[in-house]
């Protein structure tokens, strides 16, 4: 039997040179993981600190179970896609909430997650 061919075909026909996939696909939208459950969106917008700019509290949805008490977790609608990668940075960086310091896990979501479990009642 003789080796099959090598299956080395396809030329990359995208613009820029970081072809190597990242975990998951950016959408602009991060996922908060860990947070104190007293945590608030301005303290979230703190956190993002060289992105703050461009978040506002509407961007931010904190999710609560039916009780209303805080998941610890927390999804954040960045302006654009470069912004949320460039967000990563923050990832395990510590977020202090009254007398509550956790380490924050910052993963990439979705605006489907994000509105799937956006809070709809005022807060």
């Keep these: 039997g003789g080796a099959a061919g090598s299956g080395q075909g396809g030329h990359g026909g995208g613009r820029g040179n970081g072809s190597q996939r990242v975990e998951a696909e950016h959408t602009g939208v991060l ?9 608030t969106k301005g303290e979230i917008i703190e956190f993002f600190d060289a ?24 999804f954040v609608e960045f302006a654009s896609v470069e912004e949320s990668q460039a967000a990563m940075v923050c990832n395990r960086k510590d977020l202090t909430s009254g007398a509550n310091t956790r380490y924050v896990e910052l993963f990439v979501s979705s605006r489907e997650e994000a509105t799937r479990y ?3 009642h005022a807060q």
């Design 51 to 74: 992105f703050a700019g461009s978040l506002t509290e509407d961007n931010i949805h904190i999710r609560v179970q039916q009780d209303g008490r805080a998941t610890g977790e927390a």
């Design 118 to 120: 956006a809070i709809r």
């Design 31 to 39: 996922k908060m993981r860990g947070l104190p459950f007293t945590t």
